[in-house]
């Protein structure tokens, strides 16, 4: 991504440096695909920094953690107050705020800047996501928007997000919704294979169909193009390919960061789990061989359960959204953001993983009301699951009859059903954490934020423990 980057700034007018530790690396990219454009290679920090103009604009394409604050460290030493130092790798956002607190107290500028696109991004315009240091804003501007996808006429897909390391949340955020979208298609897949025997021509020919509607995306149009590839033997790649999922852990982060706002991001969640349970191929093999599921059988209409399909899909992935923007919502309120939702989804609608026509529906909705604390109470959201949510419990009965796991969509779903209830079974919950442990709990006949204790043993006493938090 780092090359492909270059080359997009080099070929929007801007002169680039670059530095990379090994100077083969260097050389080769110099004379190779750098070749006749605005592009110099450096042998060394030093060189690097003496080649660029004040203010110094030096952006890190590096692993994140500790080799980040390793070049850091390296760096500050070298610069002039006022010089910018921008992270476009995957940080986690808290390491972001730190690093800008710190390089502001040393009079630098420190941007994290979230990049989504992968390679093919990098070159051809991606989604940038840049937080830290406002006063960089405008010494950055125009090179990342001049290298940005596009949209809706020539509209960048980068803005400012915000303060500290809000850009690398925000980017967190894409990622664990990506995680999502990718293992809803995958259960969609799995359903179209195990439950209807579909041949990979066969799911392709939907895949195509549905690139070109409600459901059109960057993920869609790649798993329709995946199913149509072919190894030398004519046979599909994708069978010849081993069921065991890697991550590198960006949906992590952003599971720990919900647990910690109390925030449900259960779809995404239950994406990342899924992963793990993937990696455990050995034992799945075994155990395959040990536990018993029912037969599978399918003998409704095929192609009224393939548009069931296609409905569940785009419902849960309209509540895997609302989950992120929660989690957005969430962490803007901790840690004092303040974030343009409807931006944010302008910046995702080009050159990042989860682009796609429902965006600009996000967009929509938080245009017309900034302060919607759920998607799913726009107007047009409410009433497009309220219209596809029958199918959506159609495919999970199926599935569910007949054994095939379906994790994020069942969460979807379930996240749906609690969130649309007026009451919930917590009141039990409660009186069981009273019961064992004197936690308390309020009542529905008394004011909010009033607690009691019930001695429901009669050995109890009146004693009560601390007050639960919720």
Same mark, same amino acid.
Not at 84 to 99: K, L, Q
Not at 182 to 190: A, K, S, W
Not at 375 to 384: N, V, W
């Given at each position: 991504?780092?090359?492909?980057?270059?080359?997009?700034?080099?070929?929007?007018?801007?002169?680039?440096?670059?530095f990379?530790?090994?100077?083969?690396?260097?050389?080769?990219?110099?004379?190779?695909?750098?070749?006749?454009?605005?592009?110099?290679?450096?042998?060394?920090?030093?060189?690097?920094?003496?080649s660029?103009?004040?203010?110094?604009?030096i952006?890190?394409?590096?692993?994140?953690?500790?080799?980040?604050?390793?070049i850091?460290?390296?760096?500050?030493?070298?610069?002039?107050?006022?010089d910018?130092?921008?992270?476009?790798?995957?940080?986690?956002?808290?390491?972001?705020?730190?690093?800008a607190r710190?390089?502001?107290?040393?009079?630098?500028?420190?941007?994290?800047?979230?990049?989504?696109?992968?390679?093919?991004?990098?070159?051809?315009?991606?989604?940038?996501?840049?937080?830290?240091?406002?006063a960089?804003?405008?010494?950055?501007?125009?090179?990342?928007?001049?290298?940005?996808?596009?949209?809706?006429?020539?509209?960048?897909?980068?803005?400012?997000?915000?303060?500290?390391?809000?850009?690398?949340?925000?980017?967190?955020?894409?990622?664990?919704?990506?995680?999502?979208d990718?293992?809803?298609?995958?259960?969609?897949?799995?359903?179209?294979?195990?439950?209807?025997?579909?041949?990979a021509?066969?799911?392709?020919?939907?895949?195509?169909?549905?690139?070109?509607? @409600? *459901?059109?995306?960057?993920?869609?149009? +790649?798993? !329709?193009?995946? =199913?149509? %590839?072919?190894?030398? $033997?004519?046979?599909?790649?994708?069978?010849?390919?081993?069921?065991?999922?890697?991550?590198?852990?960006?949906?992590?982060?952003?599971?720990?960061?919900?647990?910690?706002?109390?925030?449900?991001?259960?779809?995404?969640?239950?994406?990342?789990?899924?992963?793990?349970?993937?990696?455990?191929?050995?034992?799945?093999?075994?155990?395959?061989?040990?536990?018993?599921?029912?037969?599978?059988?399918?003998?409704?209409?095929?192609?009224?359960f393939?548009?069931?399909?296609?409905?569940?899909?785009?419902?849960?992935?309209?509540?895997?959204?609302?989950?992120?923007?929660?989690?957005?919502?969430?962490?803007?309120?901790?840690?004092?953001?303040?974030?343009?939702?409807?931006?944010? @989804? *302008?910046?995702?609608r080009?050159?990042? +993983?989860? !682009?796609?026509? =429902?965006? %600009?529906?996000?967009? $929509?909705?938080?245009?017309?009301?900034?302060?919607?604390?759920n998607?799913?109470?726009?107007?047009?959201?409410?009433?497009?699951v309220?219209?596809?949510?029958?199918?959506?419990?159609?495919?999970?009965?199926?599935?569910?009859?007949?054994?095939i796991?379906?994790?994020?969509?069942?969460?979807?779903?379930?996240?749906?059903?609690?969130?649309?209830?007026?009451?919930?079974?917590?009141?039990?919950?409660?009186?069981?954490?009273?019961?064992?442990?004197?936690?308390?709990?309020e009542?529905?006949?008394?004011?909010?934020?009033?607690?009691?204790?019930?001695?429901?043993?009669?050995?109890?006493?009146?004693?009560?423990?601390?007050?639960?938090?919720?």
């Open positions: 991504m780092g090359e492909n980057l270059a080359l997009n700034m080099a070929g929007k007018g801007f002169a680039v440096s670059v990379d530790a090994s100077r083969e690396k260097v050389e080769k990219f110099v004379s190779g695909r750098g070749q006749g454009k605005m592009i110099h290679g450096c042998s060394s920090v030093q060189e690097l920094i003496s660029l103009e004040l203010p110094r604009k952006m890190l394409m590096i692993p994140a953690g500790k080799p980040v604050d390793e850091i460290e390296a760096l500050s030493a070298l610069l002039d107050a006022g910018i130092v921008i992270d476009g790798g995957n940080s986690h956002f808290s390491d972001t705020s730190r690093r710190m390089l502001e107290g040393q009079g630098l500028l420190y941007v994290g800047a979230g990049v989504s696109g992968g390679e093919e991004g990098a070159l051809l315009g991606p989604s940038i996501m840049p937080g830290g240091s406002a960089a804003w405008q010494s950055v501007r125009p090179i990342f928007q001049a290298i940005a996808a596009k949209v809706d006429g020539g509209v960048a897909c980068c803005d400012w997000i915000g303060e500290e390391g809000s850009g690398h949340f925000v980017k967190m955020v894409h990622n664990g919704i990506e995680y999502g990718m293992q809803l298609i995958c259960e969609v897949y799995d359903v179209m294979k195990t439950l209807l025997g579909m041949t021509d066969e799911m392709h020919a939907v895949f195509k169909e549905w690139s070109e509607g @409600a *459901l059109k995306s960057y993920l869609i149009e +790649i798993t !329709r193009d995946i =199913l149509a %590839a072919r190894d030398d $033997d004519g046979l599909p790649v994708l069978d010849k390919i081993l069921d065991k999922a890697g991550q590198k852990g960006t949906g992590k982060w952003a599971v720990a960061t919900a647990l910690d706002a109390a925030a449900p991001l259960t779809l995404i969640t239950e994406a990342v789990f899924s992963r793990v349970l993937s990696s455990m191929k050995d034992e799945r093999v075994l155990a395959a061989s040990v536990l018993k599921g029912p037969a599978v059988h399918f003998s409704g209409n095929r192609r009224a393939i548009d069931d399909l296609g409905k569940a899909l785009f419902t849960a992935k309209i509540i895997s959204y609302a989950q992120g923007y929660q989690l957005m919502r969430a962490a803007a309120t901790d840690f004092g953001w303040k974030l343009n939702y409807g931006g944010i @989804a *302008l910046m995702w080009g050159g990042c +993983i989860i !682009r796609s026509v =429902l965006l %600009a529906k996000i967009k $929509d909705a938080f245009d017309l009301n900034p302060e919607l604390a998607l799913l109470m726009d107007p047009f959201f409410t009433e497009s309220a219209q596809s949510q029958l199918s959506l419990r159609a495919v999970l009965g199926a599935a569910i009859a007949n054994g796991p379906t994790p994020a969509m069942s969460s979807a779903l379930a996240y749906y059903d609690g969130y649309r209830s007026a009451s919930l079974p917590a009141n039990l919950l409660q009186a069981q954490r009273d019961y064992f442990g004197a936690h308390q709990y009542r529905v006949d008394m004011p909010r934020g009033t607690y009691f204790h019930f001695n429901w043993t009669g050995r109890g006493g009146e004693t009560a423990s601390t007050v639960y938090s919720g």
